[in-house]
């Protein structure tokens, strides 16, 4: 029997995954300020939103209550791959010659490939339960949709998906994936929605937006009484449902008496970063002193470049109005690899966060974290996905600097998702034709 420091692979049997979802509202020094009505501009009213998405996710959204049961049929699909393993990355830390001792969550093991499955199973089942039919959503690179679809699909009800353009062509297989579980594929922007066929009159090659995806699967479920609308990230109750890998992130750590020193997480809407990190994030709001870091891509920084302001989360001005981080509802974000991480805003309860000083944000360039990327594949035998690259360009960099200070820290981070779908991205950076933009 290894010493339990010694673990490489660390794991929780299936009766310690987490029964109750951790929700920050309840330990925030500020809270967000409240979403806006959009026609209105007045603090949005329960009722405002309940043509869109199912009651309980609604009351979600606003509690503060700090801990929320995962229901009994929620639990059950999640023991199909939770909990995930804690590994400890030694062949890598060998390679940087590092002292400090590296950490990933590897949610790259769910069966739909990403962390997204997390909340796709506890909204699927919301929304049935509510006697919801049909659920549409938009995808960018495709990980969304396809955990969205298996969710339908174990739930029985259909799944529509509003698929960026520019992903449609770039990932055929993730179309093909959402299909064999049933769901409906249309490119975005189409001409099915009022917003799409405004946008295509624009510019009839528009590579299309996750912004300009949302409008179209909003009107498409505000316009039928079966249908609902679902979010991949961004929202409180999207955030909340992530808090089972922090949680249980925070126990295997415990098993090897450790505690993280640095968290790192990439960062689109913010979803898997919040859902590591805000289970921590409570421990230093009680005065434990850890370093977050959210990494976003160079071509779509939010954190680092954009404003703290009210906005919209989608091209069409649909949506309430948010205060977050943003690059403005209209910012098109150029045809990175990583997909998912091309959205303009940014969690609410994310953004606050870091306005209070207790997240700190970097940003990379594509070249750089497929760099990474491929660094740690070489080492530790799995290809990340592209968005996942940013967090491994992170860790490498915080293990570097471990390394020239002499310090063993422990860092932590969130590998969010697999590449397998991705090798059309691969292909670019071993070809050479990765461009910076
Ligand atoms: C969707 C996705 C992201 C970005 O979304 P967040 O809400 O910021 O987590 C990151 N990694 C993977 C693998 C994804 O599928």
Known sequence: MRREEELTKITLNEEEIPTKWYNIQADMPNLPEPPLNPATREPLKPEDLSHLFPMELIKQEASTERY??????????????????LIRARRLEKALDTPARIFYKNEGVSPAGSHKLNTSI?????????????????????????????????FGMECVVYMVRVSFEQKPYRRTFMQVFGAQVIPSPSTLTEAGREALELDPDTPGSLGLAISEAVEDAASRDDTAYSLGSVLNHVVLHQTVIGQEVKAQLEKIDAYPD????????????????????????????????AVEPAACPTLTKGSFQYDYGDMAK???????????????????????????????????????????AVSYKQSEIFE???????????????????????????????????????IVFGLSGHGYFDMTAYDAYISGSLIDV
């Open 68 to 85: 929320i049961e995962i229901p009994e049929e929620v639990q059950n699909l999640y023991r199909l791959w939770r909990p995930t393993p």
């Open 122 to 154: 506890p909204q699927a089942y919301y929304n049935k339960r509510e006697g919801i039919k049909r659920i549409t959503t938009e995808t960018g690179a495709g990980q969304w949709g396809s955990a969205l679809s298996m969710s339908c699909n174990f």
């Open 262 to 293: 640095v968290i790192i997480g990439c960062c689109g809407g913010g979803s898997n970063f919040a859902g590591l990190a805000f289970p921590f994030i409570k421990d230093k709001f009680e005065g434990k002193k850890i370093k977050i870091i």
């Open 318 to 360: 649909m949506t309430p109005l948010m205060k977050m981080y943003t690059l403005g509802y209209d910012f098109v974000p150029s045809s990175i690899h990583a997909g998912g991480l091309r959205y303009h805003g940014e969690s609410p309860l994310v953004s606050q966060l870091y306005h209070d000083g207790y997240i700190e």
């Open 372 to 410: 990474a990327a491929v660094t740690f594949a070489r080492n530790e035998g799995i290809i990340p996905a592209p968005e996942s690259a940013h967090a491994v360009k992170a860790a490498i960099d915080e293990a570097l600097k471990c390394r020239e200070a002499g310090e063993a820290k422990n």
